[in-house]
């Protein structure tokens, strides 16, 4: 019988895999770049499958709270991949069912904002302004504002970045057996 506390933290991949693609995924929403197949590549196998994995190695850890979440947005890249796609010929989705779809999302990932008020100021900070991104692309969606949608993409940047840098500080740390990037 293995001990879990000799399994490696799940946790960057996950931050990582979400925050890469979250940093893609905005930088087209702010105007950049068309969304192409690198970003929908993104979504199915970092954001989507890599995050699967860490929240179903959180599940072995017995970490709930990290297997949800990443279990969660894993299947919420594949998710929003196959609207995108709009695979088997399905109706595509509105502007309307799309606010509905973000804002579920976002009212998920308050509640888990909520369970990040006793853990360090970095992942209270990646579903603080997750959170806000919800919230932005549903405005966006329900009033078709360009403005608003590029507002939603430089602040989903900054949320991607956010993640990328707790996912970073949480191997450096622990590879060094130090603190070497503060998460607070």
């Known amino acids: 019988m293995s001990n879990n506390n000799n399994l490696a933290n799940p946790a ?10 979250t940093v893609l995924l905005n930088i087209h929403n702010a105007g950049f770049f068309e969304l192409n197949a690198m970003i929908l590549a993104m979504g199915i196998f970092y954001g989507g499958i890599a995050q699967i994995f860490a929240g179903l190695s959180e599940f072995k850890k017995g970490n709930t709270f990290g297997m949800l979440a990443f279990t969660s947005y894993g299947l ?15 109706v595509p989705a509105n502007d309307f069912s799309m606010a ?3 804002i579920a999302w976002g009212v998920f990932t308050f509640f888990l904002f909520i369970g ?4 360090n100021k970095g992942t209270r900070v990646v579903f603080g302004t997750l959170t806000i991104l919800f919230a932005l692309l549903a405005i966006r969606d329900l009033t078709e504002s360009e403005l608003i949608g590029k507002i939603a993409g430089w602040e989903g940047i900054f949320c991607g970045l956010s993640a990328i840098y707790v996912g970073l500080a949480e191997t450096l740390n622990e590879k060094l057996g130090k603190e070497v990037l503060p998460i607070g």
């Open 100 to 102: 509905m779809y973000f």
């Open 12 to 21: 960057p991949l996950g931050l990582l895999g979400f925050g890469m693609t």
């Open 116 to 119: 990040t008020l006793n853990g």
């Open 76 to 90: 919420f890249w594949l998710t929003l991949v196959f609207i995108i796609v709009k695979p088997w010929g399905v």
